[in-house]
């Protein structure tokens, strides 16, 4: 299973973090997000595939962000219609479209999107478009209709590894492709303890 670390924003740390070799580096391009990236991302290992986070951006604004950082997967966060996500697929980058989930989740709503984007993400349902530091009833994708590989996140931490296990081995992780991590790995938003990180790719 693959391994996203999300919210990185200081250059140092992301430098620090990218040694553990993760799948995926996530950053934000969400000005109200505590984790809203700036900068310019540090160099990083070619394995890691960099992904921009966007909540209901301008296609213009998302295309000069995929230009100016390199990015190769784009994550969309908000209420994006299945024809934007087409649009941003079609230029050649991967998509992962984001639907929120709590107790229990409508998967009717994924068709429309089936077709243009590579991956789902499945969040906790919160205040925030992510980062809301709790975690779903996982068992709501048993029920999962599609066979498009998902990433899984929402408040996953250390104290999650034997749900993780669980999970594993359960008919809901059958498409599980990657886990997200963001919130429970860090000393203040945007700034991820490497120790911690390093536990837990190390179980993972």
Not at 49 to 74: A, N, P, T, Y
Not at 92 to 101: E, P, Q, R, Y
Not at 149 to 176: D, H, M, T, V
């Amino acid at each position: 299973m693959k391994l996203k670390i999300c919210g990185m924003k200081y250059p140092d740390n992301i430098s620090q973090v990218a040694q553990l070799v993760p799948d995926y580096l996530g950053f934000i391009f969400h000005e109200p997000s505590a984790r809203h990236f700036e900068g310019t991302i540090p160099k990083i290992s070619d394995t890691i595939e960099k992904v921009g986070v966007f909540v209901d951006e301008k296609v213009e604004f998302i295309s000069r962000q995929i230009e100016k950082h390199k990015l190769i997967v784009i994550q969309l966060h908000g209420h994006e219609t299945p024809e934007t996500c087409r649009i941003l697929k079609s230029s050649g980058i991967k998509v992962i479209k984001v639907f929120s989930i709590k107790d229990h989740f409508d998967f009717s709503v994924l068709s429309p999107y089936e077709d243009v984007c590579d991956f789902f993400l499945f969040d906790t349902k919160g205040k925030l478009p992510g980062g809301n530091g709790y975690v779903f009833d996982w068992s709501v994708l048993e029920q999962y209709p599609s066979t498009k590989p998902f990433f899984l996140s929402g408040g996953i931490g250390l104290n999650q590894l034997e749900n993780l296990k669980r999970f594993q081995n359960s008919k809901a992780s059958k498409f599980c492709y990657a886990i997200d991590v963001n919130s429970q790995f860090e000393m203040e938003p945007g700034f991820k303890d490497m120790q911690l990180l390093q536990e837990f790719k190390s179980q993972l």
